[in-house]
């Protein structure tokens, strides 16, 4: 029996990107995916292209909410799936087979994983995030930055709570680290599962990310070991634009 995966989409006013992000869900070829999606009432059309699709939704909600990680738990709550995937509006799954190969990799994983192609806001890829998936996975692997995005981590939906929402920016690194705490087995699927369009919340308000992501690794990874991890933070990113800038050169 092939697991059940919920994939989560949360949108706003996003009639720029939201057809893409549907297509590449409901273009899979695994054939055990129940789409949801939950948008905060938009008012740009996202919800007129959301509608030429209703058919194949599981769930479609559109009313406010109290902001993004409050979206992410409803589309939570309406899950019926055995794994959950949040894809947010204009991220993709990153092709076709990509759900199927996730669930070939290993039967009955608490989480899969993969790594994140970055585009910008013209669909120009940006390579791989700077921060690739680790070779092995833990819930002790983002002490030193976010390691994976929640896009490319299936979970299953048993060990899945709700998002903080004490955080307004960085709600996805306590969540992962959480659900990581719990999972017994977490399998690398060695693949790209995810694509990513770069600019969202947490990089317009970089600042305040930064604090609560900072808040975050002191709550699970202690005040001393935080600030002696992110002196090498610090020097790894300097360390990245240094050799960024050379091939640039």
């Keep these: ?26 273009n899979q070829t695994y054939p055990n995916i129940e789409y949801v999606i939950i948008d905060g009432a938009s ?9 030429n699709y209703k058919a194949r939704l599981a769930q479609f909600i559109s009313e406010p909410d109290k902001g993004i990680y409050d979206a992410m738990n409803k589309g939570l709550s309406l899950a019926t799936g055995d794994y959950v995937l949040f894809m947010n509006s204009g991220d993709e799954i990153y092709g076709p087979e990509t759900v199927a190969e996730v669930f070939e990799t290993a039967a ?27 070779p092995v996975f833990n819930w002790r692997s983002f002490r030193y930055g976010m390691s994976i995005s929640h896009q490319a981590i299936y979970v299953k939906r048993s060990i899945a709570e709700p998002f903080d929402l004490q955080y307004k920016y960085s709600a996805d690194i306590d969540w992962i680290i959480r ?27 970089h600042m305040d990310s930064l604090k609560e992501r900072f808040k975050i690794f002191t709550k699970y990874y202690g005040l001393l070991p935080n600030l002696i991890n992110h002196i090498v933070i610090a020097a790894n990113l300097v360390q990245y634009f240094v050799r960024h800038r050379k091939t640039n050169d």
């Design 179 to 205: 659900v990581a705490k719990k999972a017994s087995s977490i399998v690398n699927t060695h693949a790209y599962v995810a694509k990513y369009l770069v600019g969202g919340i947490s990089k317009k308000k």
């Design 43 to 51: 008012t740009d059309g996202t919800k007129d292209i959301i509608y």
């Design 108 to 134: 009955s994983a608490d989480i899969y994983y993969g790594e994140t192609e970055m585009f910008d806001e013209y669909w120009v890829s940006l390579g791989q995030r700077r921060h690739q998936a680790p």
């Design 1 to 26: 029996m092939q697991p059940k995966l919920s994939v989560i989409t949360i949108v706003y006013n996003n009639v720029k990107d939201i057809e893409r992000t549907i297509l590449s869900v409901l």
